[in-house]
């Protein structure tokens, strides 16, 4: 199985457990996206913070060998610690389920493990071209990057991020990747 179809997978299932096909990111609603380079600036200030959660996604998945060939967590010796530590970036929900699908404990080390697999797509700031958003409200906003030929050339599969203000600090809370209606 390939790279983008594990990530694919995994999204799936994310979005199947917690977000059961959420209208926020269907492609029927296209026209209401904007070219993030046009943005307002708290909209690109948004997706810099966004941009940071991810940055704290790829920190969280820092390991190091275990005695026996195990990948240890860094950041996090526990579940608590592990949740506690994403949710300086992403909602309470995605927080939780990022841990269950990427960890495990290893109750005869006592510590909390990596699980080897692809991980989430992520959003740097060098994509800020790629990028439109929507704006729900004031404390919501949908950004979206579409990657053509995917699994196969002529294809295309619309990465959608959630974003929500809370106090202030803009979370990761919903991920979606869907196949884009191609027509030629």
Same mark, same amino acid.
């Given at each position: 199985?390939?790279?983008?179809?594990?990530?694919?997978?995994?999204?799936?299932?994310?979005?199947? &457990? +917690?977000?059961?096909?959420?209208?926020?990111?269907? &492609? @029927?609603?296209? $026209?209401?996206?904007?070219?993030?380079?046009?943005?307002?600036?708290?909209?690109?200030?948004?997706?810099?913070?966004?941009?940071?959660?991810?940055?704290?996604?790829?920190?969280?998945?820092?390991?190091?060998? %275990? #005695?026996? %060939?195990?990948?240890? +967590?860094?950041?996090?010796?526990?579940?608590?610690?592990?949740?506690?530590?994403?949710? %300086? %970036?992403?909602?309470?929900?995605?927080? @939780?389920?990022?841990? &269950?699908?990427?960890?495990?404990?290893?109750? !005869?080390?006592?510590?909390? +493990? +990596?699980?080897?697999?692809?991980?989430? #797509?992520?959003?740097?700031?060098?994509?800020?071209?790629?990028?439109?958003?929507?704006?729900?409200? #004031?404390? $919501?906003?949908?950004?979206?990057?579409?990657? #053509?030929?995917?699994?196969?050339?002529? @294809?295309?599969? !619309?990465?959608? !991020?959630?974003?929500?203000?809370?106090? &202030?600090?803009?979370?990761?809370?919903?991920?979606?990747? $869907?196949?884009?209606?191609? $027509?030629?």
């Amino acid at each position: 199985m390939g790279f983008w179809q594990k990530v694919l997978l995994l999204l799936i299932v994310i979005s199947i &457990s +917690l977000f059961a096909k959420p209208a926020w990111a269907g &492609s @029927d609603a296209s $026209e209401l996206f904007q070219s993030l380079s046009s943005a307002p600036t708290e909209v690109q200030d948004a997706f810099t913070q966004v941009t940071r959660d991810f940055a704290l996604y790829e920190q969280f998945l820092q390991s190091e060998p %275990g #005695p026996d %060939g195990s990948c240890i +967590l860094v950041q996090a010796q526990t579940p608590d610690q592990a949740r506690s530590f994403l949710e %300086g %970036g992403f909602t309470f929900d995605l927080a @939780d389920a990022i841990c &269950s699908n990427y960890t495990c404990w290893d109750s !005869v080390q006592q510590r909390l +493990l +990596l699980i080897p697999q692809e991980g989430l #797509p992520t959003l740097h700031p060098d994509d800020k071209s790629l990028i439109a958003f929507h704006q729900l409200n #004031p404390d $919501e906003i949908i950004f979206r990057c579409i990657y #053509p030929n995917c699994y196969a050339s002529q @294809d295309a599969y !619309v990465y959608s !991020v959630k974003a929500l203000c809370q106090n &202030s600090i803009w979370k990761i809370d919903a991920l979606s990747l $869907e196949k884009a209606d191609c $027509e030629n």
